[in-house]
């Protein structure tokens, strides 16, 4: 059972990975890349519990717990480049 | 079975390669950098090698992407194309290639237990490590205590290149003075606390995202992970909170003496435990003499020196992060 619900989540990411690689928008990779990583949280753990060593949990954990920010830091960047770029418009107007 | 995942994983990876090196679009090279460090854990970890793992999940996954925004901030957004020499460099990537493909022909099977790696010290420690230290991680063991001096000249490099960095993005001396533009770009722009779900999902976060990292740290003995994840797990606790409530406030609760301290603090307290070593009549780096009970020694040691290579890691990411954020207010 483990095995066919890997098998779709490699299936899921394949899918994930076509969408960051066509776009076209900016927020069409973002969502795919963060689509990514939460499959990659679901294929670590299955693939834990598929070997038998339910212990490497702590990788998805750390996964999940790490996703987040790379996610808030793409965010962050998008709001800083349009208030500069905004001021740069009252500065140049 | 293994293999056709780590097959079909490596197929995704090289993709992947393929169109980062493709784009002109540097935000999008970004995004695909993202992607292609989580196939690359996810290989890792197919392939059973869960400490690397670890470490690519705690520094590709958050950092890196953090410190590549930090740069595509202050740099166009678009790559310039360079024609010139591109026929020599096909040449060369091409002759490499080939020279590579030729060299796997001579390689063992993947788990071959005939293969040479798997017959010279492997064995030894396989073997050696619950009677000499007495943990269950032998990759732990390894790298702390049979090869102490590799993971001590590793942390000497990170220290280098965080000083390199630093040296190159110019941080001033005394720190950060405020003029009045950049005073109010910064504050119009600084962190994301206006939002209410990073806010709140964030806030709650951080103290189980360092949390995760000290269990880590002091958990390494026995399941995946060690000095060098808890850090960067811990910086990115940090940058989480740099990003929602600003730079300049995470600057204020981890200032950068303090980063400056445990960068170069955390490869002393590495290097001390050598020298204590010598100092108790034993060798460099040999832990043994540390304690009564030669195991406790090492188990002792070992925990030190990962919270050194934990503090040094902490310490660089972190002011490798601010002095980007630094550059980007000049």
Same mark, same amino acid.
């Given at each position: 059972?483990?095995?066919?619900?890997?098998? !779709?989540?490699?299936?899921?990411? !394949?899918?994930?990975?076509?969408?960051?690689?066509?776009?076209?928008?900016?927020?069409?990779?973002?969502? !795919?890349? /963060?689509?990514?990583?939460?499959?990659?949280?679901?294929?670590?753990?299955?693939?834990?519990?598929?070997?038998?060593?339910?212990?490497?949990?702590?990788?998805?954990?750390?996964?999940?717990?790490? /996703?987040?920010?790379?996610?808030? !830091?793409?965010?962050?960047?998008?709001?800083?480049?349009?208030?500069?770029?905004?001021?740069?418009?009252?500065?140049?107007? | 079975?293994?293999?056709?995942?780590?097959?079909?994983?490596?197929?995704?990876?090289?993709?992947?390669?393929?169109?980062?090196?493709?784009?002109?679009?540097?935000?999008?090279?970004?995004?695909?950098?993202?992607?292609?460090?989580?196939?690359?854990?996810?290989?890792?970890?197919?392939?059973?090698?869960?400490?690397?793992?670890?470490?690519?999940?705690?520094?590709?996954?958050?950092?890196?992407?953090?410190?590549?925004?930090?740069?595509?901030?202050?740099?166009?957004?678009?790559?310039?194309?360079?024609?010139?020499?591109?026929?020599?460099?096909?040449?060369?990537?091409?002759?490499?290639?080939?020279?590579?493909?030729?060299?796997?022909?001579?390689?063992?099977?993947?788990?071959?237990?005939?293969?040479?790696?798997?017959?010279?010290?492997?064995?030894?420690?396989?073997?050696?490590?619950?009677?000499?230290?007495?943990?269950?991680?032998?990759?732990?063991?390894?790298?702390?205590?049979?090869?102490?001096?590799?993971?001590?000249?590793?942390?000497?490099?990170?220290?280098?290149?965080?000083?390199?960095?630093?040296?190159?993005?110019?941080?001033?001396?005394?720190?950060?003075?405020?003029?009045?533009?950049?005073?109010?770009?910064?504050?119009?722009?600084?962190?994301?606390?206006?939002?209410?779900?990073?806010?709140?999902?964030?806030?709650?976060?951080?103290?189980?995202?360092?949390?995760?990292?000290?269990?880590?740290?002091?958990?390494?003995?026995?399941?995946?992970?060690?000095?060098?994840?808890?850090?960067?797990?811990?910086?990115?606790?940090?940058?989480?909170?740099?990003?929602?409530?600003?730079?300049?406030?995470?600057?204020?609760?981890?200032?950068?003496?303090?980063?400056?301290?445990?960068?170069?603090?955390?490869?002393?307290?590495?290097?001390?435990?050598?020298?204590?070593?010598?100092?108790?009549?034993?060798?460099?780096?040999?832990?043994?003499?540390?304690?009564?009970?030669?195991?406790?020694?090492?188990?002792?040691?070992?925990?030190?020196?990962?919270?050194?290579?934990?503090?040094?890691?902490?310490?660089?990411?972190?002011?490798?992060?601010?002095?980007?954020?630094?550059?980007?207010?000049?």
């Amino acid at each position: 059972m483990y095995l066919v619900v890997s098998i !779709a989540i490699l299936i899921t990411m !394949a899918l994930a990975l076509v969408r960051a690689l066509l776009g076209p928008s900016v927020y069409d990779r973002m969502l !795919a890349v /963060n689509m990514f990583g939460t499959k990659t949280v679901l294929l670590l753990s299955v693939i834990a519990f598929l070997y038998g060593r339910p212990d490497f949990l702590d990788l998805a954990l750390a996964y999940a717990l790490i /996703n987040f920010v790379g996610v808030l !830091a793409v965010l962050e960047f998008f709001q800083s480049r349009s208030i500069r770029r905004a001021a740069d418009r009252v500065d140049g107007g | 079975m293994v293999i056709l995942f780590a097959v079909f994983l490596l197929t995704l990876l090289a993709l992947t390669a393929v169109a980062i090196v493709r784009t002109e679009n540097l935000f999008v090279a970004v995004m695909l950098t993202g992607i292609f460090s989580l196939l690359m854990a996810a290989n890792f970890f197919v392939l059973d090698a869960a400490d690397v793992a670890l470490t690519e999940a705690a520094v590709g996954a958050g950092i890196s992407t953090v410190l590549f925004l930090g740069a595509l901030a202050l740099t166009a957004e678009h790559e310039r194309s360079v024609v010139s020499g591109r026929w020599l460099s096909m040449g060369i990537v091409v002759v490499t290639t080939l020279i590579l493909i030729y060299a796997t022909f001579d390689k063992p099977r993947l788990g071959d237990p005939r293969a040479p790696v798997h017959q010279h010290v492997a064995p030894w420690y396989l073997d050696q490590t619950p009677e000499l230290i007495g943990i269950p991680n032998v990759v732990t063991a390894v790298l702390g205590s049979f090869r102490g001096y590799d993971t001590l000249g590793e942390v000497f490099v990170v220290v280098t290149a965080c000083i390199g960095v630093l040296f190159i993005l110019g941080v001033r001396r005394g720190g950060y003075s405020p003029s009045p533009d950049g005073d109010r770009l910064t504050t119009a722009g600084s962190g994301l606390r206006h939002h209410l779900i990073p806010k709140v999902v964030g806030r709650l976060l951080i103290p189980f995202i360092v949390l995760f990292g000290l269990y880590v740290l002091f958990h390494g003995e026995y399941g995946p992970g060690g000095g060098f994840q808890a850090g960067a797990i811990i910086a990115t606790g940090i940058i989480l909170y740099a990003l929602l409530d600003g730079e300049a406030q995470a600057l204020k609760a981890v200032p950068r003496p303090v980063l400056m301290g445990m960068v170069v603090g955390g490869a002393t307290l590495y290097g001390a435990v050598g020298v204590a070593g010598i100092a108790l009549g034993g060798s460099f780096l040999d832990y043994s003499v540390l304690a009564d009970d030669p195991v406790k020694g090492q188990q002792l040691g070992i925990l030190i020196i990962e919270v050194g290579v934990g503090l040094a890691v902490c310490g660089s990411l972190l002011s490798i992060f601010h002095a980007f954020a630094a550059r980007g207010r000049h």
